[in-house]
């Protein structure tokens, strides 16, 4: 049948009256008749009053038709099939509720309209077999339509909103089988608040499956589809050494509003308000605010603010602000201690102690740990380990695949040559898989000769950012006796060069985070100076990527609520937000910062990526508030036709009579 988009447009047909009046009140004009005498004829009196029928009815009739269509064209008429979809009381149909149980339905009163506005709809239909379908604790909760209304309520009853983000697409997909087979008339009523970070990224295929879709928005308020306002979140919080028995503890605030907010914000420890401070957050910005405490005090601490607003979740933070637990690096080596071998693990050993601050951030050598790690035992795995001189005996023992396996969940290695048996050094690396090149001989200078310099850093490299000024001319003045030529390092990174252009290391990272590291001479005076110079203790750390965890956190795994770095995990631990200690790793599972965005989606977006009907110019409905799909055809094209063919018409039958060829002329009386 026919609708109209614009119906107050359709008042426009008032104005058909206008041709009706003008045919009305036109009067013929005389043709003036040449005629010889008038006493012969009688006197007439002209009529003053107006027809009393319309003259032209069939141009009048053309007239009346041409504003009809122009007042339709205004109005934006549609052809609106019958749709079987719909919801009857004639025939049973089918209900399905997809519920949105994602953290930020927690804000807004998202949570709270949802569950009332499903129980409503449930009270209120007839002849509809209703069904539920949501995510909680890591699975899925599924009712097929047609359950019974006492167990949808109870499920029901039984939902929360959860703490981690989570996908929704897994939700979606299951949604279609849990209609019945027989039944022709099937609806999803999706129930969420369309933030933008949860649905940006779903698709379906439901009008193929012959499955009307619904947008039920929830915690929208009085402006729906709109971006939400009232909130304010804690960011991002660290940690770190403040000196003089001192910890400093910062947070990162953020305003989602358009105006300026001012508030308090709390650190709480041993469950008492140890420092409040005030903070200015500008519209739509960011600020930060710091706290002190004493150091080694406390183990735990909160980063609380404390005025609510419509989000409370993203109001509170927990983090460790004890000091990190040492972090443990090894050797591995020959068995029978080789002078070199000896020598050069003292300078390493020195090297890594004083990489951290002697307080905040401390390395140990852990030999335990080193020698559990050549039997594959990854519970208490090293941060760092370094094989030195390589060659027989690291085949004879059989640490490749260790070696590998470490390397594989993110281990960082250090690979130094041996004195001599370069060429089973080579074989030991490809045969393990773990990097290939070519030895190409050694490279020595003779007595008196100038050794050979590091090449100028890379313009865009890692190093040429963290060497600068006398930093790097002290690097530029290492001196290197003697280094092995690698050939073909193919697939491997090259952050140093001699002048040459030679490579002096060579760098193999992995998917996982593992980095191995090969040196093509080794830490000792023999070889090269650099262990002597203030450049080495930066340039390892770079190299080997040692610092990395000191610059996340203090040595702290972060992780957001419902994962494990980065990848979803169905361990209850990670379920809630908090702090954990996994052995000797801390962690802290934090709020999705995701979920505190006050973006929503565009109503015709989802419809469209739900229903996968954007390829074939979809049209969306708004009925009783909520956003529904279908599939109307505009008519306004036809009737613009057939508005230009009347008005050609109209212009032939209206012509003046003196361009009409066919008008006879009178020639006399």
Request: net charge negative; glycine share 8%.
């Amino acid at each position: 049948m026919i609708e109209f988009a614009q119906p107050l447009a359709l008042w426009t047909g008032l104005l058909i009256g206008l041709p009706i009046l003008a045919h009305l009140a036109y009067r013929r004009i005389a043709h003036k008749i040449p005629f010889s005498s008038l006493r012969f004829l009688r006197t007439s009196t002209i009529p003053r009053s107006g027809r009393k029928k319309p003259s032209d009815l069939l141009l009048l009739l053309l007239r009346v038709l041409l504003f009809v269509c122009l007042t339709l064209i205004l109005s934006d008429p549609y052809w609106q099939e019958p749709n079987p979809l719909d919801l009857n009381p004639q025939g049973e149909s089918e209900c399905l509720f997809v519920i949105d149980t994602t953290p930020s339905m927690a804000g807004w009163g998202g949570w709270e309209e949802a569950i009332s506005s499903i129980q409503s709809r449930m009270s209120e239909g007839k002849n509809i077999r209703y069904g539920l379908l949501a995510s909680q604790g890591g699975r899925l909760v599924t009712l097929p339509t047609g359950s019974a209304k006492q167990d949808l309520q109870s499920t029901l009853s039984e939902l929360s909103c959860q703490s981690s983000a989570g996908s929704l697409q897994p939700i979606l997909d299951q949604a279609s089988l849990l209609f019945s087979e027989k039944n022709t008339a099937k609806k999803i009523v999706l129930v969420s608040d369309f933030q933008k970070s949860s649905w940006q990224e779903v698709a379906g295929r439901f009008s193929a499956l012959g499955i009307d879709v619904e947008l039920l928005p929830v915690g929208h308020g009085d402006s729906p589809w709109q971006t939400r306002t009232g909130n304010r979140a804690i960011v991002d919080s660290r940690v770190a050494s403040g000196g003089e028995d001192k910890i400093r503890v910062w947070a990162a605030l953020r305003n989602w509003d358009d105006a300026k907010v001012d508030l308090n914000v709390s650190l709480v420890a041993g469950g008492q308000v140890r420092q409040t401070v005030e903070a200015n957050l500008p519209p739509l910005g960011s600020t930060q605010v710091q706290f002190t405490l004493p150091s080694k005090d406390f183990a735990q601490a909160t980063i609380r603010l404390e005025e609510e607003d419509a989000y409370t979740r993203d109001n509170n933070q927990s983090l460790w602000v004890l000091p990190p637990l040492p972090r443990a690096f090894g050797f591995w080596m020959r068995s029978e201690g080789e002078p070199t071998d000896l020598l050069e693990q003292q300078f390493l050993q020195a090297a890594m102690e004083s990489t951290g601050d002697g307080e905040w951030n401390t390395w140990v050598e852990n030999k335990k740990r080193a020698s559990d790690l050549k039997n594959n035992d990854p519970s208490k795995p090293l941060d760092f380990l370094m094989v030195l001189g390589l060659s027989g005996w690291f085949e004879e023992e059989g640490l490749a695949q260790a070696l590998s396996h470490y390397l594989t969940n993110g281990g960082k290695v250090l690979v130094t040559p041996p004195n001599d048996a370069h060429v089973r050094m080579n074989r030991a690396l490809k045969d393990g898989n773990l990097i290939d090149f070519t030895f190409g001989g050694m490279n020595r200078t003779a007595f008196r000769m100038e050794p050979y310099r590091i090449d100028v850093l890379e313009k865009n490299s890692r190093l040429n950012t963290v060497f600068s000024g006398d930093s790097v001319r002290d690097l530029y003045l290492t001196e290197i006796r003697q280094f092995i030529t690698l050939n073909d390092p193919l697939g491997l990174d090259v952050p140093l060069r001699d002048r040459l252009g030679r490579p002096l290391v060579v760098i193999r990272s992995y998917p996982g985070g593992g980095k191995l590291v090969f040196s093509s001479f080794r830490m000792v005076p023999q070889w090269t100076d650099l262990p002597m110079r203030n450049s080495f203790l930066p340039l390892l750390a770079e190299l080997c990527g040692v610092r990395e965890r000191e610059q996340q956190n203090g040595g702290v795994l972060r992780v957001d609520s419902g994962s494990w770095n980065g990848v979803s995990s169905s361990d209850s631990s990670f379920s809630s937000y908090g702090l954990l200690q996994q052995g000797d790793q801390r962690i802290e599972v934090v709020h999705p910062l995701v979920e505190s965005f006050p973006e929503v989606m565009d109503p015709k977006d989802v419809i469209d990526a739900l229903t996968g009907t954007h390829l074939s110019s979809p049209s969306l409905g708004y009925d009783n508030g909520e956003f529904v799909s279908d599939q109307s055809q505009p008519l306004w094209q036809w009737f613009a036709l057939a508005a230009f063919l009347l008005l050609l018409l109209e212009t032939i039958l209206a012509a003046p009579a003196f361009l009409n060829p066919h008008t006879p002329e009178v020639q006399n009386a």
